[in-house]
């Protein structure tokens, strides 16, 4: 999974990189992006590594790309900066709320600047499929069915409306994926505002459920010892950081669950798409384990914590086998049997 963090220069969303991923931003990279992975901290991975004991513990992660700052007042060369987290699964918009700023305003703008990326995408598409239908080629009615589909994502976007109010089904949805729109990928908005302020109400009536955090304050805490830290927030007033709540909805926002792994020699979390199958979840962990799948052992975490040991929770019948075509819960303990 990767989330692209995107906004205008100086809303400190680079900031905001250095606290998610740990990793000190290059300035050798502000036109090419740069990359960096984000550990999801989750209280079930502690729960089952105080059982098991593991001599390895490996949270789940989320790919962050800090994408170069958007310019404001013109369209300029954002449309090839905004390029770069096309094949992104999530868009992290992050809006200043420092010096004056006006967040509102800047989401409004910045949603802008996707449509008119998109457009400009899309309009060049219409124009090579409108010259080769006009050819005597093999594929001409293959193209000019998707030409048609084309010109339909075209006007919606015109009319600032995302390919989700067409309604297109699966076989339609195919040709569109290669353009990684980015006005039809999920967002989480963040608020990057000093310690304590809400999410200003305009801000939440155009994107419910954005956060808010202060990333300069937040990166200092995280880089102080764990004892100092909560003296600090103690004396500051603060009871939750930001940074994980962000990586949570991101996760959210994508539509990622997370499924462990749990023995003597690593304690894991693994993420799989929601509405993902037991294959699917294998397959993550590797491509034999899938190929081949014969049963899959699963106990829910919830089960596994009221039990309160793996011996406890299978005398309760609470472990079970499940096929392939099991659907994936949110905390599933899972345990794989192959002929591979």
Request: no cysteine.
């Amino acid at each position: 999974m990767r989330a692209g963090l995107v906004g205008f220069a100086g809303s400190g969303k680079s900031t905001l990189f250095h606290l998610l991923t740990g990793a000190t931003p290059d300035p050798g990279k502000v036109h090419s992006g740069q990359v960096g992975i984000a550990t999801l901290a989750d209280p079930r991975l502690d729960f089952l590594a105080a059982m098991h004991k593991p001599k390895k513990i490996t949270s789940a992660t989320v790919e962050i790309l800090d994408t170069p700052g958007l310019m404001p007042g013109s369209h300029g060369d954002n449309p090839q900066r905004l390029a770069l987290i096309r094949e992104g699964d999530a868009l992290l918009i992050v809006l200043g709320a420092f010096s004056g700023n006006d967040p509102a305003a800047d989401l409004t703008a910045f949603r802008e600047e996707l449509f008119y990326a998109d457009l400009s995408v899309v309009t060049n598409r219409v124009e090579r499929l409108e010259a080769n239908v006009k050819k005597p080629r093999p594929d001409r009615e293959i193209l000019a069915k998707e030409l048609e589909l084309v010109k339909r994502v075209l006007t919606a976007l015109e009319a600032g409306q995302t390919i989700a109010s067409l309604g297109l089904n699966d076989e339609d949805k195919k040709p569109m994926r290669s353009f990684g729109l980015l006005t039809d990928k999920p967002q989480v908005v963040i608020v990057n505002s000093p310690q304590g302020e809400p999410v200003p109400e305009k801000v939440q009536a155009l994107a419910p459920g954005a956060l808010a955090i202060d990333a300069k304050l937040e990166l200092e805490l995280a880089q102080l010892d764990p004892a100092e830290r909560a003296v600090f927030m103690e004396e500051m007033g603060i009871t939750d950081l930001g940074r994980d709540r962000i990586i949570r909805e991101a996760y959210h926002g994508v539509g990622i669950i997370t499924f462990f792994t749990a023995g003597e020699p690593e304690v894991r979390g693994w993420n799989v798409e929601r509405g993902g199958t037991a294959v699917d979840a294998a397959g993550k962990i590797h491509t034999d384990l899938a190929r081949g799948f014969i049963r899959a052992e699963v106990t829910a975490y919830d089960d596994l914590a009221t039990a309160g040991s793996v011996k406890e929770a299978k005398a309760r019948n609470m472990q079970r086998l499940e096929g392939k075509d099991y659907i994936v819960k949110d905390g599933d303990i899972m345990f794989f049997r192959s002929s591979v």
